[in-house]
Nanobody, 122 residues
Framework: VQLQASGGGLVQAGGSLRLSCAASGRTFSNYAVGWFRQAPGKEREFVAAISWSSRSVGYADSVKGRFTISRDNVKNTMFLQMNSLKPEDTAVYYC????????????????WGQGTQVTVSS
């Protein structure tokens, strides 16, 4: 499956952004999908993930209550609604996909999008 992330940009602290990840190539609904982010000089970290059915959802503690992950299997698209953004949310955000269940470990995702930059100014 091929993934294309979009929706990043520059926003002030307290603002909102909505990231999208469009999938193509294989049946999107067969995959669990997730968002990861990587700030300069830091390792890639888990943000959120959602199962193929949307029944299982997971969030990093740092984004709980502020970010919401969702998916539309008809449109082969995944979303990350980010509210109450903080400067520490600044990073390149990547979408990823894997078969079977959701997980928080980047190395367990076989498919990756190219990333979209999110910059939150203070």
């Amino acid at each position: 499956v091929q993934l294309q992330a979009s929706g990043g940009g520059l926003v002030q602290a307290g603002g909102s952004l909505r990231l999208s990840c469009a999938a193509s190539g294989r049946t999107f609904s067969n995959y669990a999908v997730g968002w990861f982010r990587q700030a300069p000089g830091k390792e890639r970290e888990f943000v959120a993930a959602i199962s193929w059915s949307s029944r299982s959802v997971g969030y990093a503690d740092s984004v709980k209550g502020r970010f919401t992950i969702s998916r539309d299997n008809v449109k082969n698209t995944m979303f990350l609604q980010m509210n109450s953004l903080k400067p520490e949310d600044t990073a390149v955000y990547y979408c990823a996909a894997r078969e079977f269940t959701i997980t928080t470990m980047p190395f367990e995702y076989a498919y990756w999008g190219q990333g979209t930059q999110v910059t939150v100014s203070s």
